[in-house]
């Protein structure tokens, strides 16, 4: 009697051609009657596929034999059952792409579960926004402004992420298009920029994800939570009381965006009043 089983693997290495590994690794799963999901990029190979477990391990070995895979990080669990004609019930399809350095919410998550410790979160936004929400023990830079990225990451304080999995995100995306390309110049050798930023991870894992908090937005609304009972993770910096709310200095010559909860806005608009004048609004 056949027995599933499920292959959960990554492997991080130079690929020189990612679309020939691509149709190899298609090529390979089709001919052993497997299902799954398949990313090759420029920095190697990451996927889960299932089927028979013999034929998983087959795939394995095979796998293996391509010597920028040699070392590939396997976990295995039990598959779910096959269908009467050999595939796994657990993946409806297979599915193998090719990817330059952005990487999906599911990837995100993925590479995690694999790697722990090994990744780490580089927030792409001016650092006040990651008061009220940020990804769990994410590096939030010192900066207010994209071109603050550059004196930053030229300090050398971040020089000890350069041989770990940096994934750099912001709301939507755009800024990371700056911020990755300036890391790689300056020698970090594995990073990857979160595909449709916070906005289209927020809203596939909600508050069951790797974010935590709430979402600072350039509108009216100010913040936004992606499903209800998000955790406050800022205090109000007169209060302490918990909020996701930011309010501006009313000083003229601050105007900075700090945490500060709706009531105390209303009698303390000033975001330091030790060193502030409170002018009236």
Known sequence: MAI??????????????????????????????????????????????GGTVENVK?????????AAFARLDVKWSD????????????FPRLSVKARREVVSFAEVDELVAHRGDDVVFFDGRNAFEAEIGRFKNAIIPDVATTKDFIAELDSGKYDALKNKAVVTYCTGGIRCEILTPLMRARGFTEVYQLDGGIVRYGEARRNDGLWEGSLYVFDGRISVDFAPEAVKLARCRICHQSTSH???????LCRQRFVCCLECEKDNPTCAS????????
Do not use: M
């Open 274 to 281: 030790h060193t502030h004048t409170a002018v009236s609004a």
């Open 79 to 90: 598959g779910t059952g096959l269908d009467s004609t050999g595939y796994s019930v657990d």
């Open 246 to 252: 930011l309010a501006n200095c009313r000083e003229q």
């Open 58 to 66: 087959r795939y394995v070995r095979k796998t293996k034999q391509y």
């Open 4 to 49: 599933p089983k499920i292959a959960l693997y990554y492997a991080f290495a130079p690929v020189a051609d990612p679309e020939a590994v691509r149709l190899w690794q298609l090529q390979l799963c089709e001919s052993l009657k497997l299902r799954g999901r398949i990313i090759v990029s420029p920095h190697g190979i990451n996927g889960t596929v």
